[in-house]
């Protein structure tokens, strides 16, 4: 990837700034968080980041958002555990970096960004689970125009598996940490 966010380094909030400031969804988020538990061995594996100083962490994310209510809690623990520091930049406040990064050509979010400290981007993760975000891209693909009279229904009910997917319990959390592990470990 080509693309550089120096600029954007320190403009964020912190993950205790981001919870604390939430407006909308501040109990399921911290709910999410606080349900938190690591896969086995996999703390060890972000605790070995803990001595690079090399890699930066940006999150393109808003309260509003599902998908960050659910997913960016397990961020905020990979990244404290591997001492990354990480900064939440709100999208709509940041709509230049956002639309370097669509989703199938939409804005979605969380996107997770890992740079180097010159602001290079090195690796992204979002906006869900892969599992998750499969049900998405078939919807995509099975119904490329939004302006269908059925479209609207479609959506509801591709909005209904994805949270089936994710399931009620903290399942999906352990696949987010795999993901990470992933990226990471590529860096």
């Avoid at 993950?15 to 060890?44: A, L």
């Avoid at 960016?72 to 990064?101: G, S």
Wanted: proline share 5%; with cysteine.
């Amino acid at each position: 990837m080509s693309i550089n966010l120096k600029a954007k380094i320190k403009t964020g909030k912190s993950p205790q700034q981001f919870m604390k400031g939430m407006s909308k969804n501040k109990d399921t988020f911290h709910d999410w968080y606080s349900r938190f538990t690591w896969p086995e061995g996999e703390q060890d594996f972000f605790q070995s980041f803990q001595q690079r100083d090399d890699i930066h962490c940006l999150i393109l994310a808003a309260d509003w958002c599902g998908d960050v209510v659910r997913n960016v809690p397990v961020i905020f623990h990979a990244m404290d555990e591997a001492k990354i520091p990480t900064e939440i930049l709100i999208m709509e406040d940041n709509l230049e970096v956002m639309d370097q990064f669509l989703t199938m050509g939409g804005r979605a979010i969380p996107i997770v960004l890992f740079i180097d400290t010159d602001g290079n981007v090195l690796g992204k993760w979002g906006p869900r689970p892969a599992n998750v975000q499969a049900i998405m891209i078939a919807f995509k693909q099975e119904n490329p125009d939004r302006n269908a009279p059925d479209y609207d229904e479609k959506i509801k009910d591709t909005r209904a598996k994805m949270l089936q997917e994710y399931g009620e319990d903290t399942g999906y959390q352990t696949i987010i940490i795999k993901e990470l592990h992933e990226i990471l470990a590529a860096l």
